[in-house]
């Protein structure tokens, strides 16, 4: 939000110069953007008296002037302005001077033969107005040779960032609210005199939707004369970044600005029958001012009259009733609209308007009376006229919030110490009715304050946050502990261990288009946002794999390729009852080529390799593994999901419905919604089932025993059916002795001569460790014949 030192001046009585404010308004903080002063690019350009005025003899359109500085030595200047002439007292840019409006640096050049020792400007090449047909004419007495800096004066403009939660200060007022109750000035009082219709109002104002627009206020000024605005308006709204276009125009953007309050004016001639505010109906559309046409929606609020929709309720007025020079009725509406209502018809039709700013942050709905009283008064001093009675229709939301507060929490919350008395100053200046008994009342143009901890927050803001002291929080003796939780240390090694297996994070949106994100919901509700950043981006992740699917595709696409992606963070679910329930996950997604094609033929024939299954796998396996998984415990089962190809992807269990990882081949249906070519393989990881390892909340680790005696080998190959996953074989001869046996592995898959059909033939490598003595023979027969047996009970026969 921008504003001028003068236009701050006007409202605010103080002494205090643009440095000392912009450190106050930082420090209360209401963020300093910039402070800019448009007089400091114009020293460089000097008051100038035109003595003569000779046509140009090589050109028609110019004229070859003297000018005088008041230093008795005139300078030549050629000029191209219509209304340059003797006597005319205007504005030079020597030599060196920089013009504001285009960067050019003046110099002392020939113009079609004539020299010209600068130039006369006009008021947009110094950025003052929009003024272009002639050069500025200043009075007959303004002060020759001096420079324009100084004619003009210093007015500093600043760019205030306000955060959304305090729509109080969308207005200049507000600003000098806050600045005044921190000592830097006295805030004067709003100057609105009630102006007493003189007769009826001849337009029927009425709500027709009471929850959009509870209330809808309107009156007549008849005989107005609508032009320029007066030059003092002018700079006021130039300061805020606005273009001045009409005086009608200008009052309503000058009180939105000021007050923070948004208005519109009719052109009465315009509009017919009632005007009313009510629901968009189906197929209406609204031509706007910004010359753009929008088609409405059923929930939004529009003001209408018999003829159809004139404006976009809160956000922006129609080009069909605006105000021309031609204008001499009209209708005022000073209305209060639903914030949130006006925040989804605003991102429903992608419009960003200064009112709609306003009214979706929460306006003052008291403010409504004096905001009529000061468009009235504004339009009558300038425009002239004669005001009707004011319609007021409906009724604000005008209940006042109170708040228990105990004085003593500006030291336990805040910090600080601040004496009851300067605590109910403070208050006070800021608008807050306090009782005796420490009830504070809360301002009706303060819609965030919501109990005693933002109390806390005002009363320190404006004492001073530099006033905190800095206190250290307490530390135990010794070394100190770790902070993070073993959750937060678990992702943290598995970011390390993805890194290092050449994966890249990424991180993806937490929002998803509903199209993407049903597509991962495995029939669960989804969550739906009631006020998304976008439609686009409605829904929250049921999955991160869709987020990493359009990370990869836009690698893809632009020539990666291999896509390695994987990303950390939370699912969001719906739980027992509604609840929101948010899950830990760790999603892989790979894409292209696994192998490049290479010149070495051992590898894949030299041709490039893509990704399959078990690359998902074996990326599931280790990183489930420094999760602190039991990796060997788990068991592959089917049912990954309708997104993964049914014959080339698994889940790892531990238990038959303890799903602790899914992986596999994306589907191709799944790889066609999401615009993906060629196979792509995914990993889901669900870090909420892992099972907390021993020990995991130890911060030393556990002592290291290497075994004193030697291990044996054995191998064993078993015939069993096709069928059969070596994984449970590996479990069932790993579990024939639990404590003699420390490993086992597949080393060979055998299929082909000598095996039955149906069959084929595992060869598994035994680690057996021995504790207390070496085996014998006799140890190693019954520990062989525990592993057959084992695996007789999955139909595993020894082979001969």
């Known amino acids: 939000m921008k504003f001028s030192l003068s ?81 005319l007292v205007g504005v030079l840019g020597l030599p060196g001077a920089v013009v504001p409006a285009n960067g050019m640096e003046l110099r002392k050049s020939a113009i079609r033969g004539v020299e010209s020792n600068g130039m006369m400007c006009s008021t947009r090449e110094l950025c003052l107005g929009e003024d272009h047909d002639g050069i500025i004419e200043l009075p007959a007495d303004a002060p020759v040779g001096t420079s324009f800096a100084d004619y003009l004066g210093s007015d500093p403009v600043f760019d205030v960032a306000i955060t959304p939660n305090r729509p109080d200060c969308m207005g200049v007022y507000g600003i000098a609210r806050d600045l005044a109750a921190a000592g830097l000035g006295v805030l004067k009082p709003i100057t609105a005199v009630p102006v007493a219709g003189s007769f009826a109002c001849p337009v029927e104002v009425r709500t027709d939707d009471p929850e959009g627009c509870p209330a809808f206020y309107g009156r007549v000024i008849r005989g107005v004369k609508n032009g320029p605005s007066p030059q003092w ?8 970044g606005q273009r001045p276009i009409s005086a009608l125009v200008d009052i309503t953007n000058f009180v939105m600005l000021g007050y923070g309050r948004p208005a519109h004016a009719y052109d009465l001639a315009r509009l017919t029958g009632a005007v009313v505010a009510r629901k968009a109906r189906e197929g209406e559309t609204c031509l706007a001012l910004n010359g753009k046409e929008y088609a409405l929606q059923p929930f939004m609020t529009v003001i209408a009259d018999d003829s159809g929709v004139h404006d976009i309720a809160g956000i922006m007025g129609g080009e069909h009733s605006g105000c021309t020079e031609e204008t001499r009725d009209v209708l005022l509406e000073v209305a209060y609209f639903d914030p949130p209502s006006i925040a989804r018809t605003g991102q429903a039709l992608a419009l960003a308007s200064d009112a709609r700013g306003r009214f979706e942050r929460g306006f003052d709905p008291a403010f409504l009376d004096t905001g009529m009283d000061l468009l009235t008064s504004l339009i009558l001093d300038i425009c002239g006229g004669e005001a009707s009675e004011v319609v007021r229709a409906g009724q604000p939301p005008l209940t006042r919030r109170t708040v228990a507060y105990d004085p003593a929490l500006a030291g336990t919350l805040g910090g600080v ?56 929080l307490p530390r135990a003796d010794g070394v100190a502990r770790p902070t993070a939780t073993a959750a937060q240390m678990t992702e943290r090694r598995l970011r390390r ?7 890249h994070e990424a991180v993806t949106w937490s929002f998803l288009p509903e199209r993407e994100a049903a597509h991962f919901a495995d029939g669960q509700p989804l969550w739906t946002l009631a006020n998304p950043i976008s439609e686009d981006l409605k829904v929250m992740r049921p999955s991160l794999l869709p987020g990493l699917l359009v990370a990869a595709q836009r690698n893809l696409h632009r020539g990666a390729s291999a896509v390695r992606l994987f990303e950390i963070g939370r699912r969001y679910l719906r739980g027992e009852g509604g609840a929101s329930d948010e899950k830990p996950s760790l999603a892989v997604v790979l894409a292209g080529d696994a192998v490049p094609r290479g010149w070495d033929a051992r590898v894949n024939g030299g041709k490039a390799r893509a990704f399959d299954a078990f690359d998902a796998k074996a990326e599931t396996l280790a990183l489930l593994a420094e999760a602190g998984a039991p990796v060997d415990n788990l068991q592959v089962m089917g049912e990954a999901g309708a997104q993964f190809h049914p014959g080339q992807s698994a889940t790892l269990r531990l238990g038959p419905k303890q799903v602790l990882a899914r992986f596999g081949m994306l589907h191709p249906a799944t790889a066609k919604a999401f615009d993906l070519d060629g196979p792509v393989a995914v990993a889901e990881l669900f870090l909420d089932r892992i099972p907390a390892r021993k020990g995991a909340g130890t911060f030393a680790r556990s002592h290291f025993a290497p075994p004193a005696l030697q291990a044996v080998k054995r191998d064993f190959a078993f015939l069993v059916d096709a069928g059969v996953p070596a994984a449970d074989l590996l479990r069932a001869v790993r579990g024939a002795d639990k404590q003699a046996i420390v490993g086992a592995r597949v080393f060979d898959d055998f299929r082909g001569a000598g095996v039955p ?26 520990l062989s014949d525990k592993v057959v047996a084992a695996a007789a009970k999955l139909g595993g026969v020894l082979r001969g």
């Open 233 to 240: 308006l002018q700079d006021f709204l130039k300061s805020a």
């Open 757 to 782: 059909e149906g069959q084929k033939s595992l060869a598994i490598e035994i680690t057996l460790q021995p504790v207390e003595k070496s085996f014998d023979e006799a140890a190693l027969k019954a």
């Open 7 to 87: 236009w701050l001046k006007s409202v605010l009585d103080t002494k205090a110069d643009a440095r000392q404010i912009a450190e106050k308004l930082t420090s209360l903080g209401l963020e300093i953007e910039s402070v800019e002063d448009a007089s400091a690019a114009l020293t460089k350009f000097r008051i100038a008296r035109v003595l003569t005025a000779e046509k140009h003899p090589q050109a028609d359109k110019l004229q070859v002037l003297s000018v005088d500085l008041g230093d008795g030595s005139p300078l030549q200047v050629v000029c191209g302005a219509p209304n340059a002439r003797a006597g």
């Open 417 to 472: 110490d601040v004496g009851a008395g300067e605590q109910k100053r403070i208050l006070a200046a800021l608008g807050f009715a306090v009782a005796e008994d420490w009830t504070v009342t809360v301002p009706t143009w303060r819609p965030d304050v919501d109990g005693a901890p933002d109390i806390v927050e005002e009363v320190i803001r404006v004492h001073g946050l530099d006033a905190v002291p800095s206190t250290p």
């Open 497 to 503: 261990a993805a890194a290092a297996r050449g994966l």
